[in-house]
């Protein structure tokens, strides 16, 4: 009997859900994957914030699936208790003015937390962390990744994958693939400064999420309203992506009074509360490409990510999905 022989070596940089959704399906169609990521965990922006009896989503807050592929997904992080539907009261705000949101969409969360997911896909990944990949190039027809922690990576691939932001795999292709950096610009990816407020008693606020408009903030969570969460009542405060982008270099403490004076012209008083802040350097934007991916099979280099793919949970799992898909043909 022969022995299996893989169909290809391919590294993939970035450990994000477009990342691990290509990573998953490469491995099942036989190829050898092995994932590098600059963070200590998996999910990338699908992700949760710990401490002494507190937790807070403080990335992604939700996600939607409207695809078949990744509604039967999602059907499978349900069956195996890494994902839930969310129900929570949702308003709108607006010129000071409240109203129900009158969305119907099913709104999915993780659980316990929304890196939940990702955990369970990088389960049977060969993934290193802490491992900030800073440059790449070609040798004899196999890729070769440099990183900062580490210096060379001593194995050779047949395929490279990039499934980090678009400015970041700009960064990394600009003497490979010149056009990446003009789809980057097109993306127009912007910040995200997000408070974590946590208090020692619940709230008595009549909505547990809101979608805020022409204000600093442009949404407030409830995280405990999703199930599977534990401990201390935490709300999640994103302000919004252009003001965000606009401090993005602002001291931290600055920001955070902006947003929390805000977020009391609303009604969610904060002064009692322990405080956290996060900024997403890169948090929105994308392009809405043909393939949702782009493959060059010449060099044997492609990219993945929600920024190529319309956004969202959604369009970065499908987007690594369907790269793979791809490579295999």
């Keep these: 009997m022969n022995e299996f ?3 290809a070596t391919v590294g993939i940089i970035g450990a994000g859900l477009a990342g691990l959704s290509c990573a998953s399906r490469l491995k099942n169609l036989g190829f050898e994957v092995r994932l590098f990521e600059k963070s200590y965990g998996p999910s990338g922006r699908m992700s949760t914030r710990n401490g002494e009896d507190w937790s807070a989503d403080h990335g992604a807050q939700y996600f939607t699936a409207r695809d078949p592929s990744f509604i039967e997904e999602v059907n499978t992080w349900i069956k195996v208790g890494v994902a839930a539907t969310w129900h929570p009261r949702l308003l709108v705000y607006k010129d000071g003015q409240w109203r129900k949101s009158n969305s119907t969409d099913h709104r999915y969360v993780g ?10 896909l990088a389960q049977d990944l060969s993934i290193e ?18 990183s900062i922690e580490t210096g060379d990576i001593h194995q050779e691939f047949d395929y490279l994958v990039l499934a980090i932001p678009a400015p970041q795999a700009s960064a990394l292709t600009k003497t490979i693939h010149y056009s990446i950096d003009q789809l980057s610009s097109e993306a127009n990816m912007l910040g995200c400064w997000t408070v974590m407020a946590r208090f020692t008693r619940s709230l008595n606020i009549s909505f547990d999420a809101a979608f805020i408009n022409n204000e600093i903030i442009s949404w407030v969570s409830r995280n405990n309203s999703k199930p599977g969460r534990t401990g201390q009542e935490t709300w999640t405060i994103h302000a919004n992506p252009q003001w965000s982008q ?11 009074k902006h947003i ?9 008083h904060c002064e009692n509360a322990e405080i956290s802040i996060h900024r997403w350097r890169y948090a929105s934007g994308a392009i809405e490409s043909d393939s949702g991916f782009i493959l060059n099979p010449d060099i044997k280099l492609g990219l993945c990510g929600d920024w190529l793919n319309g956004g969202r949970v959604e369009g970065a799992w499908l987007s690594g999905h369907q790269l793979a898909n791809a490579m295999n043909i």
Aim: positive net charge; hydrophobic residues 30%; glycine residues 6%.
């Design 111 to 120: 659980t316990p937390a929304m890196n939940s997911p990702g955990k369970y």
């Design 260 to 268: 929390l004076d805000c977020a009391q012209k609303l009604g969610l």
């Design 246 to 256: 606009q401090s993005i270099e602002l001291d931290k403490e600055v920001v955070s």
């Design 129 to 146: 962390f802490k491992q900030t990949i800073d440059s790449i190039y070609r040798q004899n027809g196999k890729w070769l990744v440099h």
């Design 5 to 7: 022989k893989p169909k």
